[in-house]
């Protein structure tokens, strides 16, 4: 029985040890959207390589979570795919809290086929029908007659977000579509299929697959800055009050055109200029 | 003195591979604890009626859908099919390599399935998606390579390695006087592998398809890169399917930390551990049940 005890205790030992967790000090805390996350992650690996005495502590959670960590004050920064709600800004006044927003990058998804296909341009109505099941065949939009091959990203990417807000209006893509785990998957497997039709963003497109126009307005950085390109949106980081400090820094080194930008560009998001 | 220093070192050798032993145990304790705390809430939000049987994966729309049906018609119907191409190719190669093949073509044939078993599943995977896939498209033509079939070319790539090797060890471990019996009695060499060795190799062979299908069931990377991932029953094999590991795989990265989705996705976890978890039973059980004791219980 003691014995037994004590064996117990040992290993009680040896898992707490290895329990322990590694304390994180953080100077910066940043939550959010899952879609800015890669670009949070990206920058805050260089600046910390640069700044190494900053320790920036990163973590998703998605827009509405990081909205609430600027609310409740548990974060400097909140990633967010959209801009901040009316009901979000009253209850960080309510609280004392200033938020405000800074545009990090552009998000730009292009609808793309392979480069066999004859069709140049969908509508986003169009685009909608094929996502939905209803049109099933390249004929009925132009094309030649081969079956309509859907593929879309899981549902919990942010790009998959931005094709549900601006070609779905929130509808749901049908069960039916394929579904790939990232950009590359779906280009790959686009670009071996000459039924296929996906989406991507805008920094993995090339010549093995054909990038289709949207109405007539094709998918490039300067169609989104001016708005005319459908399929895009600006991503924010939010701050509590202006400012200041390291944060300043942090913010100032993404929106800097030859620092955070050119790591934006890298990763396929579009750079503000 | 000396002795009471021998029983201290062998007192503390014991401590050690008691502790050795237990730390896998008790790290696998942790990690089932773990699932079914993360898994269970979402049965809160959704009957388990309606979780095993819904029809639509909806997890991030509003409102959501947890059903996963589909998912489960995948993972099973991918499994099956493999089993169908990777149980006659691995149980045949395991009887031609210990029966017929000479010990010289053993000896190289034999490292080379297992071999098989080394490679990565993501190159698996990638040879998927990027060799059969095209392949499939081109000659048998259907709408898409990524599909069923394909994964269950691929799945059954993996566990054939796992049948062939166990089987042959089973094969090979039945007594050299049960065939010489068989043989001695006028039975031909064919006659003696179906109705003597095979019998008396059942249970290890079983628990080797067993083994294997468990494999191909929790086998993630393959599943995601080339069974296309659509979430419906599939109508045919050339439909493409969402197995649950690949689910897993393509959503956890970005779900909520302890969001409904995130527990959905530990519940489907759940729902694997239990299949494997039976799988290893039934191969427990066959391979307690026919278990060749000795010369005389054929």
Redesign the interface.
């Known amino acids: 029985m003691i014995h037994q005890k004590r064996?117990i205790a040992?290993?009680a030992a040896?898992?707490s040890v290895i329990g322990a967790t590694i304390s994180f000090a953080g100077n910066i805390v940043i939550k959010g959207s899952?879609t800015v996350l890669p670009i949070a992650q990206k920058v805050s690996e260089e600046y910390m390589k640069l700044y190494p005495e900053v320790k920036i502590s990163l973590?998703?959670?998605?827009s509405g979570?990081g909205m609430k960590a600027i609310i409740d004050g548990s974060t400097d920064i909140a990633n967010s795919s959209r801009f901040i709600k009316d009901s979000e800004v009253k209850l960080a006044l309510e609280k004392g809290r200033y938020p405000v927003p800074f545009a990090v990058a552009y998000d730009c998804i292009v609808p793309v086929v392979h480069p066999s296909n004859p069709v140049k341009d969908l509508t986003l109505s169009q685009l909608k029908a094929i996502y939905k099941g209803e049109v099933t065949n390249w004929s009925q939009v132009g094309g030649g007659d081969l079956?309509i091959?859907v593929i879309s990203r899981?549902?919990?990417?942010?790009t998959?977000?931005v094709w549900e807000e601006k070609v779905m209006s929130?509808e749901?893509v049908y069960?039916?579509?394929?579904?790939?785990?990232s950009n590359g998957?779906v280009h790959?497997?686009v670009s071996?299929?000459?039924?296929?039709i996906g989406y991507i963003g805008l920094g993995y497109l090339d010549a093995s697959v054909k990038a289709l126009t949207v109405g007539n307005v094709q998918g490039t950085p300067e169609s989104t800055l001016d708005g005319s390109f459908p399929i895009s949106r600006p991503l924010y980081m939010f701050t509590e009050k202006w400012p200041a400090g390291d944060v300043a820094n942090f913010l100032n080194f993404i929106i800097h055109p030859e620092k955070g930008q050119k790591m934006i560009k890298e990763i396929g998001f579009v750079p503000l200029y | 003195m000396i002795h009471s220093f021998t029983k201290f070192k062998e007192k503390l050798m014991n401590?050690f591979f008691?502790?050795v032993a237990?730390?896998s145990i008790?790290i696998l304790a942790m990690i089932t604890l773990f699932l079914f705390k993360e898994g269970l809430p979402i049965f809160e939000k959704v009957g388990i009626k309606a979780f095993i049987f819904g029809?639509?994966?909806?997890?991030?729309?509003?409102p959501a859908h947890f059903g996963i049906f589909?998912l489960i018609i995948g993972s099973v119907s991918v499994t099956l099919i493999s089993a169908l191409i990777s149980i006659p190719l691995g149980v045949m190669t395991a009887i031609y390599l210990s029966e017929i093949a000479s010990s010289r073509l053993r000896e190289i044939v034999k490292p080379v399935v297992e071999l098989l078993a080394s490679l990565p599943s993501v190159v698996i995977g990638f040879f998927g998606?990027?060799i059969v896939?095209?392949f499939l498209?081109d000659h048998f033509n259907i709408?898409?390579?990524?599909n069923m079939f394909n994964a269950a070319i691929m799945l059954a790539f993996m566990s054939i390695p796992t049948i062939c090797t166990i089987s042959e060890d089973a094969l090979y471990s039945v007594p050299a006087s049960l065939k010489e019996a068989s043989l001695a009695l006028g039975a031909t060499s064919f006659e003696t592998i179906v109705k003597v060795t095979l019998p008396a190799a059942l249970s290890g062979i079983s628990t080797a398809i067993i083994l294997g299908l468990s494999r191909a069931i929790g086998e993630t990377m393959v599943v995601?890169?080339v069974a296309?991932?659509?979430?419906?029953v599939p109508g045919s094999i050339f439909d493409?399917v969402?197995p649950l590991p690949g689910s897993i795989?393509?959503?956890m990265?970005?779900?909520?930390?302890r969001?409904d989705?995130y527990y959905a996705l530990f519940a489907i976890g759940i729902v694997l551990f239990i299949f494997t978890f039976c799988f290893n039973i039934i191969a427990d059980y066959l391979s307690n049940k026919y278990r060749q004791t000795g010369d005389a219980t054929l």
């Open positions: 064996k040992i290993m040896i898992m899952t973590s998703g959670g998605g979570n079956k091959v899981d549902t919990s990417s942010g998959y977000e929130k749901n069960p039916g579509a394929l579904l790939q785990a998957a790959q497997a071996k299929n000459k039924n296929a | 401590y008691l502790l237990t730390t008790s029809n639509y994966w909806y997890p991030t729309a509003d589909p998606m990027v896939a095209p498209q709408a898409t390579g990524l995601l890169m296309g991932g659509a979430a419906m493409p969402r795989a393509a959503e990265a970005e779900a909520p930390y969001g989705h």
